[in-house]
């Protein structure tokens, strides 16, 4: 959290990222900006039948970026926090993807953030390795009649 004033949900609900949430989701932050209780905004938002349902639900909704972009207006998060926390949970992800490097490199060279570090090369310009060579295809095996197997009959 930080020292800024929490954003009231009234003028959370105004702000582009609240409206890029589907209904539910919005109904969820509004929930969680009146208990901060993710289990009863869940159960709130998405009619769940027990807590422990709720829970459950909870863990990708939580981790879903634009709620997190949404919560960080209300909590008063600067920015540029938000995005570093994005790109250590992306520095994180076993399954990065080169297009979700360049998503991350775009965004933050749009917002005015970036600074190209500098590769072992010296240049600017990130590394992409190269993709591992295929294995070969194995061979049919060999049939019975490509052999003369004429001398081992009796």
Known sequence: ??????????????TEEFERLTKKQQAF????????????AMRA????????VARIMS??????????????RHFGTDPINDFLLTLDRAI????LTIAQISALKLYSE???????????????EPEVPEPEAKK??????????DFDLSDFKT
């Open 92 to 95: 994180h992800n076993k399954h």
């Open 29 to 40: 932050v509004k929930a969680y900006c009146v208990k901060y209780n993710v289990i009863e």
């Open 1 to 14: 959290m930080s020292d800024l004033p929490r954003m009231p949900f009234e003028e959370l609900s105004k």
């Open 59 to 72: 863990y990708p909704l939580m981790r879903n970026i634009n709620i997190i972009s949404v919560l960080n």
């Open 136 to 145: 070969p295809k194995r061979k049919p095996r060999a049939k019975e009649s």
């Open 110 to 124: 749009v917002k005015g953030w970036g600074t190209a570090l500098p590769s072992k090369s010296g240049s600017a």
């Open 45 to 52: 938002a998405y009619n769940c039948k027990s807590d422990e």
